[in-house]
């Protein structure tokens, strides 16, 4: 059965990671793939039971390591040999072992830089709307003292109904409609 539209989701709010953490694994079970959960602080079961575990941040920061230590070295090519060649002392224009110190330092601060902002795209950031924050539950409580399932309309497996018995088994204090 097709989501309703207009729908994101059913949101469940628990009172302990525990059973936030038991819900998930159990829908993660059930066949469910499109889940988020919500804590006010890192629960590093909710991780492995969501299946979190792949990340392309060092992916990005090698990237901008290796950016940066082409481009040092690229610009001080360029510097020393057409751009303002000097010979001093007789010595090649293409004098590398001088152009190591700063292409290490160019590498450290594109690596830092791409690693720093390649998270912030990567975890969608700055994202000022979220459905979820029409839920008047998360509003109370996301960010204090409650934890937070939310099982997603596009998952293959959500129906109304039926999800909302799945998430009704569990001591949930509350499920509600998520709207988009």
Known sequence: MPP???IYGLLAEFNTPSELVHAT???REAGYRRMECYTPYPVEEAAVALHFHKTRVPLVCLTGGIIGLVTAFLMQTWIAVWAYPLNIAGR???SWPAFIIPAYEWTILFSG???A???IMLNGMPQLYHPVFNAPNFRNGATT???FLCLEAVDPKFSVTETRTFLEQFPAIS???VDH
């Open 4 to 6: 309703r539209e207009g």
């Open 25 to 27: 694994e159990k829908a």
């Open 92 to 94: 090649p224009l293409f």
């Open 113 to 115: 830089l791409s690693a």
């Open 117 to 119: 902002f390649g998270m």
């Open 145 to 147: 003292d409650k934890f």
């Open 175 to 177: 499920v509600v409609e």
